[in-house]
C-alpha cells in the first residue's frame, strides 16, 4: 500500500492542479456572459467609437475606462511616462503580476456612421475608429474586471494590472512606458487587437518603426525680386526626399520609408524660411538603426546642399519588431478554441455580406470557427508595425486577436470604422474579453505554465536583449493631434447626441 501512496497523492494533486483553475475560469467567463455586462461594456465601446479621439488626445475615453475599474475596486495611476491619458489600474497584490494592455485611439479622416455598408462620414473629414481600438481598450477592462470576480470569489494571490495605452496608432506610448519602467516586475502580458477572426500566433512578425520630424531653417526672401538672397527651407525638404528616394534601391527588401510634408510654405512668392518632413521609417529590429542614419544622412546632404539648417530633428516615437512567446501563445490558444466564435445573428449576416458586397470582396458574412495558431512565417512578412513590440522585449507577451470586423473590411478606412460599433462589435470584444480573462486565470492558477512562459522569455532575452530605440532624449508629442481634436470633437459630439 506504502508504495501506492505517492503515485496516490500525485494523482490527487495532479487532478485537483488540472483541473485548478477551471473552475475560476468558468465563473469568469459566466459573468461575462451575462447579457447586461454584454451590453454595458458594449455601450463603454460605443461611447468611445463616437469620442474617437486621436492619439495623446484620448481624454474622455481613458477617462471612462478608468471610471469603469476604479467602480471595480482597481486602484488607478494616471498620467504617467509624461503623457496625460496613460494609465495604470492595479487590483490585488503579489505576485504573479499579469498586465493586459488596453488601446483606445482613433484614426484621422476616416469618420463613418454606424453598421452601413456603403461610404457615409458621421462628420466630414474627422477621425473614426478604424483599427477598433474602442473595442479593444473595453475588452481589457472587461476581462481585467472578469479576472478580479474570480480572483475575489475563489481568494486568488497576484496582482491584475491594465496597462492604458495612448496613441497606438502613431505608435508612440508603449516605448515611453517601458522607459518609465511601468512593466518592471509583470510576469506575462496580454496583448489583444481586433480582426475579422478568434486565433493568436507566436514568433517576430512586423517591423521596427521611427516616427521622426526633420525640420530645416532656411532664409526667407521675395521669390521673384531677389531670390538670389534667399534659402529654401522647402527646396531642403525637397532635396532629402530625393535622396531618400534614390536611398531606397540599396536598402534591403525589409525596409518601409514614408512621408509627408507638414510644413511647406504659404505662398509660392515668398522663399519659405521653414519646412519640414514627417517621416516614417521601418526596418527589421537588425536593420533599423543603419537605415536611420542613412535618412539622417539625406537630411545632412539636403542642409548642406541648399544653404540651409537641419534645426531640428524630432524623433517622436520608435518602436521595435514583436517577438511574442509561444508558451503563452499556446494558453491563450487553447482558451480561444474552448470558447469558440460567437453565434451571429441573421441581421449581422447581412450586414456583413452587404459590407462586403459593396467592397467588392467574397461574400461569406461572418466565420463560424476560430482561427488555428498561427506559426512564425518562414520568411520575412514585414510591413506594419506596433509599439507594444517593446513590451515584448522587456515581458512574455502574446496577442489575442479577436472577431469583430467583417472579413475582407480595410483597415484604417470607414469599412472598419462601420464594423465596430453596435451588436456586432459587442460580441467580438465579449469574447475577447473572454480569452483574456481565461488566460489570465490560467497563468494565476497554474504556476508551472507561467514558469514555461517565462522561462522561454529568460533564454529569448539572452539572444535579444532590451536596447530601445527611442532616444534618451525623445519625449511624447502631446501636441500633435491638439488642433484637429478642438476641430472636430464638438462636431462629433453633436452628431452622437442626434443619435
Ligand atoms: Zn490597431
Excluded at 166 to 184: C, D, N, T
Excluded at 348 to 365: T, V
Amino acid at each position: 500500500m506504502k508504495k501506492f501512496m505517492p503515485f496516490i497523492l500525485c494523482a490527487i494533486l495532479c487532478i485537483s492542479s488540472q483541473s485548478f483553475g477551471q473552475k475560476q475560469k468558468k465563473y469568469a467567463l459566466d459573468w461575462l456572459s451575462q447579457p447586461e455586462v454584454v451590453e454595458d461594456f458594449g455601450e463603454i465601446s460605443d461611447q468611445i467609437w463616437g469620442f474617437a479621439e486621436l492619439g495623446l488626445r484620448e481624454f474622455k475615453s481613458s477617462a471612462l475606462l478608468i471610471e469603469t475599474l476604479e467602480k471595480e475596486g482597481f486602484s488607478i495611476e494616471k498620467d504617467l511616462a509624461g503623457m496625460p491619458t496613460c494609465f495604470v489600474a492595479t487590483y490585488g497584490s503579489g505576485e504573479p503580476v499579469i498586465g493586459i494592455l488596453a488601446e483606445y485611439d482613433a484614426l484621422p479622416m476616416i469618420s463613418q456612421t454606424a453598421r452601413t455598408p456603403e461610404q457615409d462620414a458621421l462628420v466630414e473629414g474627422a477621425p473614426g475608429h478604424g483599427c477598433g481600438h474602442n473595442l479593444m481598450g473595453t475588452a481589457a477592462t472587461a476581462a481585467a474586471i472578469a479576472t478580479k470576480k474570480a480572483m475575489e470569489e475563489y481568494g486568488l494571490k497576484g496582482t491584475i494590472k491594465v496597462f492604458g495605452s495612448p496613441a497606438e496608432e502613431m505608435l508612440i506610448s508603449r516605448p515611453y512606458m517601458v522607459r518609465a519602467g511601468l512593466f518592471e516586475g509583470v510576469d506575462a502580458v496580454i496583448n489583444n487587437h481586433t480582426s475579422s477572426s478568434f486565433g493568436t500566433r507566436y514568433g517576430v512578425s512586423g517591423n521596427a518603426m521611427i516616427s521622426v520630424i526633420y525640420s530645416f531653417t532656411g532664409k526667407t526672401a521675395h521669390s521673384a525680386g531677389s531670390p538670389w538672397s534667399g534659402r529654401s527651407a522647402l527646396d531642403a525638404v525637397e532635396l532629402m526626399n530625393i535622396s531618400t528616394n534614390f536611398l531606397r534601391e540599396h536598402l534591403f527588401y525589409t525596409h518601409r520609408m514614408h512621408y509627408v510634408i507638414p510644413e511647406g510654405g504659404e505662398a509660392p512668392n515668398v522663399v519659405p524660411d521653414k519646412a519640414s518632413v514627417w517621416y516614417f521609417i521601418r526596418n527589421t529590429d537588425e536593420r533599423m538603426e543603419d537605415m536611420y542614419d542613412r535618412v539622417m544622412n539625406c537630411a545632412k546632404g539636403a542642409a548642406l546642399a541648399s544653404g540651409t539648417e537641419l534645426s531640428e530633428v524630432r524623433v517622436m516615437a520608435a518602436a521595435h519588431q514583436q517577438h511574442e512567446n509561444q508558451s503563452l501563445a499556446e494558453i491563450m490558444d487553447a482558451n480561444i478554441q474552448e470558447i469558440g466564435m460567437p453565434e451571429w445573428t441573421e441581421e449581422e449576416q447581412e450586414f456583413a455580406k452587404a459590407l462586403q458586397k459593396s467592397l467588392e470582396k467574397e461574400e461569406k458574412g461572418m466565420p463560424a470557427e476560430p482561427e488555428k495558431i498561427k506559426l512564425p512565417a518562414e520568411t520575412f512578412v514585414g510591413g506594419g508595425s506596433s509599439d507594444h513590440g517593446d513590451v515584448t522585449l522587456v515581458a512574455p507577451t502574446a496577442t489575442i486577436v479577436f472577431p469583430g470586423v467583417v472579413p475582407g473590411a480595410i483597415g484604417h478606412h470607414w469599412s472598419t470604422v462601420t464594423c465596430n460599433y453596435g451588436s456586432l462589435a459587442w460580441k467580438g470584444l465579449n469574447t475577447g474579453a473572454k480569452a483574456m480573462a481565461a488566460t489570465a486565470i490560467d497563468l494565476l492558477t497554474k504556476p508551472k505554465d507561467l514558469q514555461k512562459v517565462k522561462d522561454e522569455f529568460a533564454a529569448y532575452s539572452k539572444e535579444h536583449p532590451y536596447k530601445p530605440f527611442l532616444p534618451e532624449d525623445a519625449v511624447p508629442p502631446l501636441d500633435i493631434n491638439e488642433s484637429l481634436m478642438n476641430k472636430y470633437a464638438p462636431l462629433m459630439e453633436k452628431m452622437m447626441n442626434q443619435r
